[in-house]
């Protein structure tokens, strides 16, 4: 679950100074939604007038996510998406204690209410796309690490029968022919608590820590699984049919990426659950696993009709 570590006042203070000299007054609020960090935003004002608006990440001792957050954030910026801007790093913990990262605010809020699931999918499967077709020349070694198809192991929320067995046989399936795919940007944690919207519009794409080089249908299907569980409903089939239109990828090895990621998300379905129930919805950690559970059946019987 989300971490618990506070910004002291005088880290707060000694961030100020290292990334705003010259503000005279500052206001810290806690974003809600996070699991990995604690995130805060910080609304600074000068002498002037002038308000400027930072989101700090805060991780437990020891992490080196910032600093892996830090390239992706750098790299990300060729996408034709809004992303952060990162501004300091702080890995060595000399503001909290722990290491910590302070980036550009991004106008907009996560998951807007009322929820237009036709104008979500779409919006975000055009954001996606062009995540997808950003330029990879030049791709640094942080982008190249082991994807999830090469790590994966059965989640303990399936037993032994023939879903587990059924499901080890997909992935397995997967690990020989992902490595023959098309390698893409891949944000890798594309989810709907990671989309900003604001008056309808897409604002922005948040949290780039897990970013990757990796085949478009890993993040696709991580997506269609996230909506599967958040919203239910058709809203994957919405998104889908528009990231069809939007790219033209080939579709035919999806059922296994369906897999992999409903696993995922069967695995993840207690933190899934809080995070979204800190957003207003109503989804505890067991009805998270029913409709992941829902989402690997489907595409299990896609996979083997």
Request: net charge negative; proline share 8%.
């Amino acid at each position: 679950m989300t971490t618990a570590i506070e910004p002291s006042a005088d880290g707060i203070r000694r961030l100020i100074a290292d990334c705003a000299p010259g503000a005279t007054d500052w206001v810290v609020d806690r974003l809600a939604g996070g699991i990995a960090s604690a995130t805060h935003r910080i609304t600074v004002e000068r002498d002037d007038g002038e308000q400027r608006q930072f989101v700090l990440k805060i991780y437990p001792d020891g992490d080196d996510t910032p600093t892996l957050e830090w390239h992706r954030l750098t790299f990300a910026a060729r996408c034709a998406v809004p992303t952060p801007v990162p501004i300091r790093l702080d890995q060595g913990g000399a503001w909290f204690g722990s290491p910590a990262l302070v980036m550009t605010a991004l106008p907009g809020h996560i998951l807007p209410r009322p929820i237009d699931i036709e104008g979500f999918t779409k919006k975000s499967a055009a954001a996606l796309a062009a995540i997808h077709q950003t330029s990879v020349t030049g791709i640094t070694s942080t982008l190249r690490r082991p994807a999830q198809w090469q790590t994966w192991t059965p989640p303990a929320g399936i037993p032994a029968g023939p879903r587990l067995d059924s499901v080890i046989a997909a992935v397995d399936e997967l690990r020989e022919i992902a490595p023959r795919e098309h390698a893409v940007l891949c944000h890798d944690d594309y989810h709907p608590g990671n989309i900003l919207f604001q008056d309808g519009e897409l604002t922005g794409v948040i949290d780039w820590s897990a970013a990757r080089l990796a085949p478009a249908l890993s993040d696709v299907s991580y997506h269609r699984a996230h909506l599967a569980v958040v919203f239910a409903g058709d809203a994957p089939e919405r998104f889908l049919s528009h990231y069809r239109v939007a790219t033209g990828v080939p579709l035919d090895q999806l059922p296994l990426w369906d897999v992999l990621a409903g696993a995922h998300a069967l695995r993840q379905s207690p933190n899934i659950a809080h995070s979204v129930s800190a957003l207003g919805f109503d989804l505890n950690a067991a009805g998270a696993a029913r409709r992941s559970e829902t989402f690997i059946d489907s595409a299990l019987r896609r996979v083997r009709p």
